[in-house]
């Protein structure tokens, strides 16, 4: 059997150690929600909505994973996507985004 005072600082430590990602965490889908907010303003095309969620979610969370490639791609459909009235336009400006930033 452990200790009290082995296991109150096993606690504690397993307490800090979780206590650092959930703030980031935090922090990370605080930032997503902006993005959503600033981006998709009267965005009315669904393919267009989902692609400018997808942005902000991989520059906001995934960020550290993204290659310069990807962030430029992600940058392209945020510029370019928002005010988008149909899927067929979104359609058109994904594969812009695409060819313009090849992965």
Not at 15 to 38: G, H, N, S, W, Y
Not at 48 to 67: E, H, Q
């Amino acid at each position: 059997m452990m200790a009290p005072m082995t296991r109150t600082s096993l606690t504690l430590l397993a307490l800090a150690i979780c206590t650092v990602p959930v703030k980031a965490q935090f922090d990370a889908q605080q930032k997503q929600a902006q993005c959503e907010l600033r981006h998709i303003g009267d965005t009315r095309a669904p393919l267009a909505i989902d692609w400018i969620r997808t942005a902000c979610n991989r520059l906001a969370i995934d960020a550290g994973f993204l290659d310069e490639r990807n962030r430029r791609l992600y940058g392209c459909l945020l510029q370019s996507l928002p005010g988008a009235q149909s899927d067929a336009a979104a359609d058109r400006i994904i594969s812009a985004c695409r060819t313009a930033n090849p992965l």
